[in-house]
């Protein structure tokens, strides 16, 4: 176990974010031996999350340290930020040095526009996948997709099984392990309807118009 | 589908706790329709979770109205707290009047504390089966334990099969299997080792070194 091998993690906090397409990976990385975790934006004011909580930023874009993780998620509200040349420039810098590049949901739409998907296959909440596609990205429909050291999950919750990948990655597979373990992840979901195949297009419908009615409360 | 009905929930918000414990039920109770989602805490000065995020709570326990859903969850560093008289006072006066009592992981703790699992099946993280048993309570080792209105979830990750069956109590089957694949949560866990039965012995006792360590850092 290389316990020793410090390993910084930038996990990039907007408004109008899903809070826990990164909460599940924070809660994997934070575990992990040596890990020093920046919570990033452009400032370390408060942000309003689309399920409407308060996080406070910790680094400043200016002030975070080469990573050699970086990891942004999707959100409701993500339409307003997603060409936001500063943070484009921030995740182009950062991307381009990191050891891994990564993303859980609509995050991958993020490094898609700042350049760091091309010729990649890459992961993406399953109502946007058309989306990604169309801006030249392959789309995997896996849970989590390794494009060399792109790592990209899909939907929401796939951020947990996402980060457990990452965490084999970085420490290895018994830590990945113990890691599992620790956060009970023993998943017993009440319906066999979390992604759009199984769920059949009938629910998806419902579901399509469910969610286009909460992004417009949220915008 | 009866869209009319408001739902209050009370999620309590302190020092210490694993954010994601609270973020999975958050997640889903947000997409449900005429919810309206409570982060209360004494004050509403940010905290930090064991993770190290800092969360802005919007609600003091004084300014908190009634509520229909009442969720604490756990954290490495709830020792801190679970005595804390204010804190059980307001689980107490919320918890005896609310339609569910709620729990993740270790949060069932403090309603233990607070007396409101007198007589009841609960779950909790599986490192803390025997705490709670101490207590009391008959531990329950499903994923999710519902006892009349006493509904608890196990460690961590069950925050979100916990928030879901809630989903349905609240909202019926099909609201709940909707918010299920807008969260895409369709599990594929890397690993086999997410609860210690299946970790088997030789895991565990490492994940309780590992966890030992990480509380005595938290701490």
Redesign the interface.
Known sequence: MTHLQKHVIGIVIYPGM???DV??P??VF??LPSVQ?H?TWKTIE?ITT???????P?TTFADCPPVDVLCIGGGRAQGAVVNDLELLNFLREQGNRARFVTSV?GGSEFLARAGLLEGCRAAT???TRKQLAELGIEVGTE??VVDRNRITG?????G??FG??VA?ALCG??I???T????????????D????E??GPE??E??MQ??TQ?MEATV
Do not use: N
């Not at 599992?180 to 319906?191: K, S």
């Open positions: 899903t809070a826990l909460v599940g924070q809660t934070s575990g975790i919570r408060p689309d399920d409407g909580m308060v996080i406070v910790d949901c909440h399953w109502a849970r989590v899909g939907g929401v919750t796939a947990i099984d457990l990948v084999k597979e018994e990945a392990k113990i599992q373990l620790l956060m009970e992840y023993d998943p017993a979901p009440p319906f309807t979390g992604s759009p199984k769920a629910l998806v419902k579901a469910y969610m909460a």
